[in-house]
């Protein structure tokens, strides 16, 4: 049973476009959200986050959006690099201590 | 700031074999994490330890041992290595945070099982 849902599996964008990742999920009691960015041949690491009293979170390039309602976010990647090219992974906290993980979306920026 | 050693960075084993792999980390965190990523299935929690002493299963624990031997060390045992069986270990750490502490990542254990 998938808790947290990602689509697409796979993305490639061009160089200055804006990439855009889903996510979605089932437990409304979710309140936190925090994306990982994965590069081939490291671990995962903290890129931004979202709490569910709040519709968006903007970090420089980087902006979650957020639908409380439909149970629904979205990263979006403006003016993408290549060095963006990595895997994404949305989360949410299920209960004390441990987190859920979607399957991430591989996304690649062509030059 | 502070990093996570693992090791071996690669493992690999025959069918059957016991296999242990080791994570450390100098952050002085309380609470560790084993994951297993598999391609297209995200990370899938195997162990987590809250603090020293702790152990706690999560939903891949079948077929794995853990061991907290200390604060800044946590090792995850693979009782019976299944044939053609490949994945990446990751091991975090956190802080002792009931809901939104960041995990910091190693880089991974990468297992193969002839």
């Known amino acids: 049973q998938q808790q947290v849902r990602q689509s697409p599996q796979s993305l490639t964008v061009w160089e200055g476009e804006t990439a855009i990742l889903n996510c979605s999920y089932e437990?409304?009691?979710?309140?936190?959200f925090p994306w990982y960015q994965q590069f081939p041949g490291e671990g995962p690491a903290l890129l931004i986050s979202?709490?569910?009293?709040?519709d968006k979170k903007e970090d420089g390039r980087f902006t979650i959006f957020f639908n409380k309602r439909e149970k629904k976010l979205s990263l979006h990647i403006t003016d993408s690099q290549p060095g963006d090219s990595a895997t994404y992974f949305c989360?949410?906290?299920?209960?004390?201590?441990?987190?859920?993980f979607g399957a991430g979306t591989r996304l690649k920026v062509i030059a | 700031g502070g990093i996570i050693t693992q090791t071996p960075k690669f493992l690999i084993g025959q069918e059957g074999q016991k296999l242990t792999l080791k994570c450390q980390q100098n952050?002085?965190?309380?609470?560790m994490y084993w994951y297993r990523q598999d391609s297209g299935k995200g990370l899938r929690l195997i162990y987590y330890?809250?603090?020293?002493?702790?152990?706690q299963k999560g939903d891949l624990s079948e077929g794995y041992d853990a061991s907290r031997e200390k604060k800044s060390s946590f090792s995850l045992t693979v009782t019976s290595a299944q044939k053609n069986e490949m994945a990446v270990f990751l091991c975090?750490?956190?802080?002792?945070?009931?809901?939104?502490?960041?995990?910091?990542f190693g880089p991974g254990t990468r297992l193969t099982v002839l």
């Open positions: 975090a750490s956190s802080i002792q945070d009931r809901g939104r502490a960041e995990q910091f």
């Open positions: 437990d409304s009691t979710f309140n936190y």
């Open positions: 979202i709490s569910s009293v709040s």
């Open positions: 989360a949410a906290p299920p209960g004390n201590y441990k987190y859920v």
């Open positions: 952050f002085n965190h309380d609470t």
């Open positions: 330890s809250i603090t020293e002493n702790d152990l």
